[in-house]
Structure formats: C-alpha cells, structure tokens
C-alpha cells in the first residue's frame, strides 16, 4: 500500500469512529480526549526497565501521525525515556496539503523534560514542528521551577498550574484543571498518547468523571513476556465484576496490526 493509501485509511479511521468522540461530552468545560496507546498481545508497551520497543507497524502508526487533533500529549517520562517527535510523519505538514503538527503537550509537575530533547530542538530546524507546551505544577521543590525561563528562552511555553486547589500536594497538576487550562488555550480535542502513569492517570480520572471520549488501542502481534511494562500494571480495579467494559468497540486491521477503538 502506498503512504497516501495509509494516510487515506487512516483517515477514513477516524471519520468512521468519530461518532464514538462525537457521543455526548458532558464536560463541554474540557477538551474531547482521545486516550491512545500501543501494546503487544501480552498487554505491553514497552520492554524491560520501561525500554521502548517498536511495537506498531508502519501502517498504524500512521493513525497517531496524522493531524485530526489539534493536541498531542505524553508525561514527562515518556519524553526522557524515548525522546519522541510527536509530530506528523510520512507526509510534510503543510497549507498546500492541508496537514498540520499537533500541538505537543507534555505533563511535567517539576520541569524534568531535557532541554536537548527532541520535543524542544526539533521546531529550531523544522519550521513547521510547534514548540511544545510543558504543563508543571506548584512544585514542592522550586528550585526546578526555576529553569522556566530557560525553557521558555528555548521557545517552550511554560504553563504553570499555580493555584494550590488546581495541584496534589506534591505539586503534580490535576487533571481535570489542566484540561480546562488547555480547552481555554483553543485544543478542541487531544490525543493522550502515554506512558503508562499518564494512561493510567486518564482511567482513573474517568471512572470519577468520564473526561475520556475514546480509547484507540494498536494490538500489534508482538510478546513481550514478564518484564515489560504494562499499560495498567499499576492500576486496581479490585478485577472480577469491577473491570471496566469497553462499549461501542469496533475493530481494523491495519497491517499486521489490529486497532481497537471504543468508549471507554
Ligand atoms: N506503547 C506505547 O504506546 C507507549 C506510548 C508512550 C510511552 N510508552 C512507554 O511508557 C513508558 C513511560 O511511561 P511512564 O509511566 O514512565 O511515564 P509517563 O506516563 O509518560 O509520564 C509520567 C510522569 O508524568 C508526570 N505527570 C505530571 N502530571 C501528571 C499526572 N497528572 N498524572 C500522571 N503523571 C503526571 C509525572 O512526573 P512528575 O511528577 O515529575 O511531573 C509522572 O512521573 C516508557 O517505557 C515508554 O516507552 C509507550
């Protein structure tokens, strides 16, 4: 298949699950949150000690480097550990082609995001990448605080949850307020794109207030075995009648991988 037949799949995709984002938001306050990950058929995403390992084909990794969101999010050890893009690959973004780079969106309480990372020098070189926003909390150790400027000098946006009901104690952002900050700063719609702290973060905020509209999962034909990471290995749901059951599933075969979108 060619790329443009990727890409047209891809978005033929994510038209055909719109309806699955379009289901009623209840939190007209929040942006619409497409929460997505990809994992081996053992459940994982990625290797031992959290290694990162190529798990989806070219053909699904397509759906995340597309431009249907206006944002796309990770915390901030996903960011040190795999120094990713994140932004649209296989075609150059551009107005003649209508395909623009989401906004990158990394949660990062205590700015421990590398100022030499990907996310932070690539926009120097590519006109078209964004800087990304770097989303920190009331921090406890403020000394850390201290390097927003350097961030900021850098061409990063430092967006700072300062007020004290906005951030856990120790400083990490709530959620819910950062999502309100961000849909007040125009993202319409985000792509939540890991690690698993991040991932596991968004489940447990939705089964309080359902701030997620669509789960997008990339099952890619892969075993990991025991010592990779988990999507939610550290999530309790006390199992048997409490798991969460998925609603609305729909499935596609993109490559050897299949993809699994539904309500969550
Ligand atoms: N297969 C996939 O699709 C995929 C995608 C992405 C990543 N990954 C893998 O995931 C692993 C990284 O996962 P991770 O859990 O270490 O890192 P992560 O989820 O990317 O980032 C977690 C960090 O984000 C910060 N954070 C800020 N606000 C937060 C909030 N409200 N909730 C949760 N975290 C918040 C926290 O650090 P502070 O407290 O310092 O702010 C936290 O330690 C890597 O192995 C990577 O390869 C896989």
């Known amino acids: 298949m060619t790329n443009v037949n990727k890409y047209l799949k891809a978005k033929e995709f994510w038209s055909r699950i719109s309806y ?14 497409t929460l997505t990950f990809a994992q081996s058929i053992d459940g994982k995403i990625s290797g031992k000690n959290s ?25 901030v050890g996903t960011v040190i550990n795999d120094n ?12 003649e082609n209508n395909i623009q780079n989401p906004q990158p969106i990394v949660l990062d309480s205590k700015l421990r995001i590398p ?24 921090a406890a150790d403020t000394s850390k605080i201290k390097e927003e400027p350097i961030l900021e000098e850098l061409g990063a946006t430092v967006i700072k949850m300062e007020k004290p009901e ?27 794109e890991g690690g698993s702290n991040v991932i596991q973060e ?31 290995d550290s999530l309790s749901l006390k199992g048997g009648l409490n ?10 075969r ?8 539904s309500e969550l």
């Open 20 to 33: 699955i984002h379009n289901t009623d938001n209840s939190l007209p306050e929040i942006p619409k949150i």
């Open 115 to 138: 100022e030499n990372c990907a996310l932070i020098t690539l926009p120097k070189t590519n006109k078209l990448s964004k800087y990304p926003w770097i989303v920190c909390g009331h």
């Open 84 to 95: 990713p893009k994140l932004n649209v690959r296989l075609f150059e973004p551009g107005t």
């Open 254 to 261: 993109f490559g050897d991988d299949i993809v699994m979108a």
């Open 51 to 75: 290694s990162q390992i190529l798990l989806s084909g070219q053909d699904s990794m397509i759906l995340t480097h597309q431009s249907v969101h206006d944002g796309i999010m990770v915390g």
């Open 243 to 252: 798991c969460l059951k998925l609603k609305n599933v729909d499935y596609e």
């Open 166 to 192: 906005c951030c856990l104690s120790t400083g990490r952002p709530l959620i819910k307020h950062v999502l309100n900050e961000l849909k007040k700063r125009g993202m319409d719609n985000i792509m939540v």
């Open 202 to 232: 968004f489940i447990r905020k939705h089964i309080e207030e359902r701030i997620v509209n669509v789960l997008v999962v990339t099952i890619a034909p892969v075993i990991v075995g025991g010592d990779g990471l988990g999507a939610t």
